[in-house]
């Protein structure tokens, strides 16, 4: 199960990346900064409009497969395997006292009490 989750992690890793890369290389309808990086060249290999509509349909696979892996790795942390005990405090009853009287108390505090150190009550004596 663990090799599993690690596998789909390192997919949805490698398809974030190379899909914030797409974007970014993709140029916009009035800015055409993708010129710059060569995807507005009309004699390039895909010709004139073929790089947008490789770009635009690489970066809908790589989204896709984003979303898949996503959902993946959620379906399998759901936390489905029997047997495994849950160290979390949401999971534990409150002790009966302190649900009753509706007081929460720090485990190993000592009682709230106010104390006066020396020097403070020296200088309200004065």
Do not use: E
């Not at 405090?89 to 505090?109: E, F, H, Q, R, T």
């Amino acid at each position: 199960m663990q090799f599993w989750m690690n596998l789909v992690l390192v997919l949805q890793l490698l398809s974030a990346l190379v899909m914030i890369g797409l974007v970014l290389v993709q140029h916009g309808k009035g800015a055409d900064m993708g010129a710059s990086f060569g995807s507005g060249a009309s004699g390039s290999l895909f010709g004139a409009t073929g790089s947008a509509n490789f770009l635009s349909r690489s970066t809908a696979i790589c989204a896709t497969l984003f979303f898949i892996c996503t959902l993946t790795l959620a379906y399998l942390s759901n936390g489905r395997s029997a047997g495994v005990a849950s160290d979390s405090i949401l999971d534990k009853a409150a002790p009966a006292a302190v649900a009753a009287s509706g007081a929460a108390a720090i485990p190993g505090a000592a009682p709230a009490a106010i104390t006066v150190a020396p020097a403070a009550a020296s200088a309200v004596s004065k």
